[in-house]
């Protein structure tokens, strides 16, 4: 299975944000939409940074109430690590845990289409394995 398959399950409903939105903001668009991430885009529309519920915490760490005033991009991660439609379940989880993060914007064209988390990846492996066996199963008792 790969990233393709994974969102025509999950759907392609992204939840974005501008560089100058304040991160009080961002939180309470986080909690409204129960997600663990926000992608950051420019005017364009193009992907510019993420920030995470991690980020969230480091930057109340380091700066204390004042953070939740500055900008999103004072604190957001610029170097965006992303994946395409046709990256499989075993190459996104090497590249999240190799990457030490939980959600991967989905990228077509450089157009962003989606974003994938540990989550949905976690999910997809257990339905695949799931699979497997009973193929497993089936082959047995047929042979």
Request: proline share 2%; glycine share 8%.
């Amino acid at each position: 299975m790969n990233v393709a398959g994974i969102l025509s399950v999950k759907g392609t409903d992204i939840v974005t944000a501008k560089p100058g939105q304040t991160l009080r903001e961002i939180a309470a668009v986080l909690a409204r939409h129960k997600i663990g991430a926000i992608v950051v885009t420019d005017e364009q529309q193009a992907v510019c940074g993420i920030f995470s519920e991690r980020d969230l915490v480091r930057a109340i760490a380091e700066d204390g109430d004042r953070a939740m005033e500055e900008p999103l991009q004072t604190y957001m991660t610029r170097d965006v690590v992303t994946c395409a439609k046709e990256d499989t379940v075993a190459e996104l989880m090497t590249r999240m845990t190799d990457g030490r993060f939980r959600h991967l914007p989905v990228l077509e064209n450089d157009r962003l289409i989606g974003i994938i988390s540990i989550g949905d990846v976690v999910k997809r492996r257990i339905a695949e394995t799931e699979l497997e066996v009973e193929a497993m199963k089936g082959y047995i008792a047929s042979g």
